[in-house]
């Protein structure tokens, strides 16, 4: 129940909780199709350009164990802030550069605070919300990233138009500190220690120890959550490079790109309330069998409309699944310890989102484009096994009664 004995409702969060995602997302999605081209004009070969888009990717990869430190020491909500402001001091930096060396910490600096921000955000809202609604608030979140970074491309394109290419980087770092401005609504998480007396809280235990203490979930769920990291990643891909395949034109192959995502964009929050009332494994086994089963058959297809269906079923698995990783990562996260555990899990999701693309890039270059296409049809379907091997059948059933920590302004009182 609510602090007033109401009901629950995510709408009590969903400026706060929600706003500065949408907005990080938005500033984020502007700048990523121009991330290549500034490496060129700055004088990259068209490989080093290429390289340079990975960098945000490595940034998150590489900076997931540091942002559940950061997490525990400034709280979610002043990690958030500082998250959205560093990266608009990311952004500027990148639009002031003058040389390529100038632009490569920029973009590590933007997948660094890309890192804090994903990770804060869950651990609030895994916290916040009670267990029955934690799918529902969950896969949201991951629906509202998505239109930002569906949308973002808009914006970045009209920034350019008015202020050339560069524009769309000033463009994100001024959304950027409007999601902190927005971050600073964030309702505090109550003290724990105020319903016990004021006994000590436990201590956070460190990293190893949580690492140590879950290695089992970690090495059964977590490998995959790995797995559907890698399809999911290596779908963006796939999608254009078979476009090409067909010989579509640019504008076809992105009207297929648009409409899967219109399907995929559409299903988030029917995903996640299937979650909440039928278990994870209603929504996780589905979704990577259908992903699977649509990579596994793409290499089939010969024309436009095939390409299309299995492009929206693609878009279908992927939907139903929204937040599925960060659901799971919540039910599983202990406390005390959550910052750490999430930390570890999304260290995982990142090394299959790049390891997905690599599998599809090697197998690709030995055989042919189909047969790296279907191998990564062959990674959803394992995910699918090892999912259904490894959650728990009641995993997520709506089987508490809707409570949800009380929540806090700034300065006040539980």
């Known amino acids: 129940m609510a602090q007033d004995g109401r009901p629950f409702s995510l709408w009590s969060i969903a400026v706060p909780a929600f706003g500065p995602s949408v907005l990080f997302c938005l500033g984020e999605g502007a ?13 990259a070969s068209v490989a080093a350009a290429a390289l340079t888009v990975t960098l945000i990717g490595l940034g998150s990869l590489v900076f997931n164990l540091p942002a ?7 709280g979610e909500r002043w ?33 660094m605070a890309a890192s804090v921000t994903g990770l804060a955000r869950q651990k609030y809202l895994t916290e916040a919300v009670p267990p029955d609604l934690r799918a529902r608030a969950l896969s949201t979140l991951g629906g509202v990233t998505r239109i930002g970074i569906f949308a973002g491309p808009f914006l970045g394109a009209a920034a350019m138009q008015a202020w050339g290419l560069r524009g769309a980087f000033w463009l994100g770092a001024v959304v950027f500190v409007g ?43 977590g490998a995959g959550v790995l797995l559907v990291a890698a399809v999911r990643q290596s779908r963006q891909v796939v999608i ?4 090409e395949h067909l010989g579509l034109d640019a504008p076809t192959a992105a009207l297929v790109y648009g409409i899967a995502g219109g399907v995929d964009l559409a299903l988030f929050y029917p995903g996640g309330r299937l979650m909440d009332l039928r278990g994870r494994l209603a929504v996780a086994v589905p979704s990577m069998t259908v992903m699977g089963l649509a990579l596994a058959v793409m290499p089939l297809t010969a024309s436009f409309w095939p390409f299309l269906i299995v492009a929206c079923a693609l878009g279908l698995g992927n939907g139903i699944g929204s937040g599925m990783v960060m659901t799971l990562g919540a039910d599983f996260s202990p406390s005390p310890g959550r910052a750490q555990f999430l930390g570890l899990w999304r260290l995982m999701a990142d090394l299959g989102s790049t390891g997905g693309p690599l599998l599809l890039s090697a197998v690709t270059a030995a055989t042919a484009l189909g047969a790296g296409v279907a191998a990564t049809g062959g990674l959803g379907l394992l995910a699918a096994v090892v999912l259904a091997w490894s959650v728990p ?18 300065g006040g009182t539980p």
Do not use: Y
């Open 31 to 43: 700048v990523l199709p121009i991330v290549a081209l500034s490496a060129r004009e700055l004088g």
């Open 68 to 74: 559940s430190a950061i997490t525990l020491r400034f």
């Open 240 to 243: 254009p490079l078979w476009a």
């Open 79 to 111: 990690a958030i802030v500082g998250a959205q402001l560093a990266g608009a001091a990311a952004l500027a930096l990148a639009a002031l550069a003058g040389e390529l060396w100038q632009l490569v910490p920029a973009l590590l600096a933007l997948g």
């Open 393 to 410: 059948r009641a995993s997520g059933a709506a089987r508490r009664p809707r409570t949800a920590r009380p929540l806090r302004r700034r």
């Open 179 to 221: 999601a902190a401005a927005v971050a600073l609504r964030i309702p505090d998480l109550p003290d724990p220690t105020a319903h016990d007396g004021g006994s000590p809280r436990a201590p956070e235990p460190r990293l190893a120890a949580v690492a140590a203490g879950h290695w089992r979930v970690l090495g059964s769920v």
